[in-house]
């Protein structure tokens, strides 16, 4: 059974910076397409950044180029991060972990995370 498992999150002062991890099980990084996407309190979900491990493609919002950056995971981790860095308030959220299949025996599977809190403030 396909899981998806978030970590990191926790409360940081405005400018520091925080790391979230998505773990997964049960299936192969390379054949999906990840995002990380969040929603604050009456906000709608929102796409923080992607990427394709495949080819290493990323992408990410406007309003965190520069201070986020998303990687796979190394010597074979299963695993996709979030880098946080110069974090603001308004980045305050529930960030999820999102893997759509990209290869073409996965294409139409969709999987998500439970979510972990971010939480910035003084």
């Known amino acids: 059974q396909v899981q998806l498992v978030e970590s990191g999150g926790g409360w940081v002062q405005p400018g520091g910076s925080l790391r979230l991890s998505c773990t997964a099980s049960?299936?192969?990084?390379?054949?999906?397409?990840w995002r990380w996407y969040r929603q604050a309190p009456g906000r709608e979900r929102e796409v923080v950044a992607s990427?394709?491990?495949?080819?290493?493609?990323?992408?990410y919002a406007d309003f965190v180029k520069g201070r986020f950056t998303i990687s796979r995971g190394s010597n074979g981790e299963n695993t996709v991060y979030l880098q946080m860095n110069s974090l603001k308030p308004e980045d305050t959220a529930v960030y999820y972990c999102?893997?759509?299949?990209?290869?073409?025996?996965?294409?139409?599977?969709?999987?998500w995370g439970n979510g972990t809190l971010v939480t910035v403030s003084s």
């Open positions: 049960a299936l192969i990084l390379t054949n999906y397409a």
């Open positions: 999102n893997a759509q299949g990209s290869a073409w025996h996965t294409f139409g599977t969709d999987y």
């Open positions: 990427i394709i491990p495949a080819g290493g493609s990323t992408n």
